[in-house]
């Protein structure tokens, strides 16, 4: 049935059948045979473009084939059977028939709700599609259909049935449907292009549909009206009218916060290309049936879909054992929720008792298009989350809380499921009061940092510690707070007895300081190294017990040399030898904190390196001259005193004898063999091999052969210098060939 209603709007029906194996089409060829009325424009050569055309898309589009006796071509109005009564088909719209059904055709044969079904069957498909307001109409025989209705027939069903007949008698025009015209759906679904009504369309809206909010029934209209003419308006830009102005905002606003109900009907009309608008309803020619019930029984699917998505939706966000019954009898007895329940069915939300909850109704006000009613109008919903009544709300937030998760679990665990005012600050203290969270669970937070101040001088305040080899060697590093200088030695063992000589050592270098901070491990916490401590004079600091951020500089630097140690390993270099390079490094790189070398600010002059530098003089370094000149004055004066002290009268050339490095009873004082003082090379006699020696251990021989000797040497080293000249000559008569 629904198919040949479908051809009612571009096909006649009654005027083709199809015959298997004829592709002639002896229409056209009739053409000139048939008898027209008169009409005021168009032409043979039209009428034969459109019958060639007709003719080809039945053959090839629905394989349909012309009979040549039952075509009616050139007629401008002709009839179309239907099954019970006739329409008439125009150029312009379609009508009824001027031949209308009998009065005495509609009547019921027997008392029985199969023949008032069997009556408004034959009503809907001859004339549900003109009359306006059919749905109204048909209210009172549409009751005697439902189930577990008994029967009885009264004076308001009689004047039903005459209703239906005196409007099945009044003819009324429906426009075509023009796939290429912009199509409007009104909220009372009645089709229309270019302002002629297309189809009405209307159905009786259930029990439960009937408790929904005005919004709810709104919405419910739009999806039920797409759905209804899906045939005309898919894939097609059309334009919806409806006089309830939050609707453009929830249809035309894919991130809109909705309730269940809404939500579920605006993802259904999302394969529609609509464009909600708002229209007031003295405007809206479908306000006079928006404003009367409509009373066409829905299917059984279509009216359960969204209660079925409520039921859903209402099981799976019920906390753990707190059932839905609870949840109703607890919402029957808040007034707050009361209130808002009959705001939704009587959209009225003003004239609140003094009694409910401003805050909580104000806020629900303010998202009223989120809110929806299920479980018979018994429990309120904002979007898919109950609204729980307040007798509920510490129970409900101490079910979630039972797994004792964190405050972010915990709150999106709850407001999966429920809301309610003020729901964080009711999670956050629920959480913060937990005796089971608060000693099971690590402080988050920390502590502000306390900054100590900057020491007034080097090496007054030191930091010490201990950091482990892998060969089983141990670092101890002691780090100066002011410079920021670090010294490092290593132990073979961290024991009292092997830490106290090593400090004893550092000590001495620079100086014993004024406090050492260590922490509270071993030797630390011995009474030998408290002794130590107070007999060498620093104070002993020892910092918070597991707190190493307290010494935080030398744990630092223990990554960093343990860093550099690693790579030596790796490189396969002496990790010693790399250690002490590192530390030279260290100590004459500009420190990241103070802008200084460390070795500078503590030695006070630059520590030279492999790199080239400036050398520079210190502070004072004047009147340090002047003193050194002053001391060494003064130990010259008094070492010369003594009666042994006279001057070296040794002169180049003369003969001296060396004195023996090692001195017996079997050997004399002085070697022998004469040699020639020159500087501090004695050329000896021709025999013997050069010597260096001192002129403290040299005395001149004073003898005949000094003269000879000299003589000797004078012309050994004419021939040496004769030699070399030659030797010259030859290197430069080389160089230049």
């Not at 270019?194 to 209307?202: I, P």
Request: aromatic share 8%.
């Amino acid at each position: 049935m629904s198919g040949d209603r479908r051809l009612a709007l571009h096909f006649i029906p009654s005027a083709h059948t199809a015959e298997s194996g004829d592709t002639s089409h002896p229409s056209v060829n009739r053409i000139e045979n048939d008898q027209r009325n008169p009409r005021s424009s168009g032409s043979d050569t039209e009428y034969v473009f459109h019958t060639e055309f007709m003719g080809t898309a039945c053959q090839a589009d629905i394989h349909v084939i012309t009979s040549p006796e039952k075509p009616i071509i050139g007629w401008e109005t002709c009839k179309r059977l239907g099954l019970l009564s006739a329409h008439k088909l125009s150029i312009n719209h379609i009508s009824d028939s001027d031949t209308q059904i009998p009065p005495s055709t509609l009547k019921l044969l027997d008392d029985h709700a199969s023949e008032v079904r069997s009556l408004l069957g034959m009503t809907n498909f001859c004339g549900a599609q003109f009359i306006p307001n059919y749905a109204t109409l048909t209210h009172d025989l549409c009751q005697l259909t439902k189930k577990n209705t008994q029967w009885s027939w009264t004076e308001c069903h009689s004047e039903c049935l005459k209703t239906i007949k005196d409007a099945l008698s009044k003819a009324c025009s429906l426009a075509y449907f023009d796939p290429n015209k912009h199509t409007e759906i009104h909220i009372s679904a009645v089709l229309s292009q270019s302002g002629q009504v297309v189809q009405f369309a209307s159905r009786a809206l259930s029990a439960v549909e009937q408790r929904y909010s005005q919004t709810e029934r709104e919405a419910l209209a739009i999806t039920w009206a797409c759905e209804h003419f899906h045939i005309y308006i898919f894939r097609a830009p059309f334009t919806v009218h409806t006089d309830h102005k939050p609707l453009t905002s929830i249809f035309n606003n894919t991130r809109s916060q909705l309730s269940a109900r809404i939500e579920r009907w605006v993802l259904r009309t999302q394969p529609y290309n609509k464009t909600v608008i708002y229209r007031p309803g003295h405007d809206n020619p479908a306000d006079y049936l928006s404003r009367h019930p409509i009373h066409l029984p829905p299917s059984d699917r279509e009216q359960k879909v969204a209660e079925e998505y409520m039921n859903y939706i209402l099981s799976t966000s019920t906390p753990k054992a707190m059932t839905i019954k609870e949840v109703a009898m607890e919402t029957a007895k808040d007034k707050t929720l009361t209130a808002i329940i009959q705001a939704l069915l009587t959209n009225k939300w003003y004239g609140i008792d003094d009694d409910v909850d401003k805050a909580t109704f104000q806020t629900l006000h303010a998202n009223r298009a989120e809110l929806s009613l299920a479980h018979n109008d018994s429990i309120v919903f904002k979007g898919r989350r109950i609204v729980l009544p307040k007798t509920l709300q510490s129970r409900a937030a101490q079910i979630a809380h039972t797994g004792h998760q964190g405050i972010v679990k915990f709150t999106a665990l709850l407001r999966e499921k429920v809301w309610f005012k003020n729901m964080q600050a009711l999670l956050e203290e629920n959480t913060r009061n937990c005796h089971t969270c608060q000693i099971n669970t690590d402080k988050p937070a920390r502590e502000p940092l306390q900054m100590s101040p900057l020491p007034a001088a080097p090496w007054t305040e030191v930091s010490a510690d201990f950091g482990h080899l892998q060969n089983g060697k141990y670092l101890l590093v002691v780090t100066d707070k002011y410079p920021r200088y670090v010294v490092v030695d290593i132990l073979d063992s961290i024991s009292t007895t092997s830490v106290i000589p090593r400090l004893d050592k550092i000590f001495a270098e620079f100086g014993v300081p004024v406090s050492l901070k260590t922490d509270n491990g071993p030797p630390y916490n011995s009474s030998d190294f408290k002794d130590y401590a107070s007999f060498t004079g620093f104070k002993h600091r020892k910092i918070t017990p597991l707190w190493p951020q307290a010494n935080a500089e030398t744990e630092r630097f223990m990554r960093t040399v343990k860093k550099s140690i690693k790579a030596a390993l790796i490189k396969g270099r002496s990790w010693k030898q790399e250690l002490f390079k590192f530390l030279l490094d260290y100590r004459t790189t500009p420190h990241c904190t103070t802008g200084v070398p460390s070795a500078s600010v503590l030695f006070g002059r630059t520590i030279k390196k492999r790199l080239p530098h400036l050398i520079t003089t210190i502070a004072g370094d004047p009147s340090i001259r002047e003193r050194d000149t002053q001391a060494k004055t003064t130990i010259k004066r008094y070492a010369d005193r003594k009666t042994y002290v006279k001057p070296n009268d040794l002169r180049v050339g003369d003969t001296v004898i060396i004195k023996n490095d090692h001195t017996s009873k079997a050997l004399t004082p002085y070697q022998p063999n004469p040699m020639t003082h020159s500087l501090s090379l004695f050329l000896p006699f021709p025999s013997f091999p050069p010597l260096f020696s001192y002129e403290v251990s040299v005395r001149k021989l004073c003898s005949t052969l000094n003269l000879n000797l000299s003589l000797s040497s004078l012309s050994l080293s004419l021939s040496l210098s004769l030699s070399l000249s030659i030797y010259l000559s030859i290197y430069l008569s080389i160089s230049l060939s």
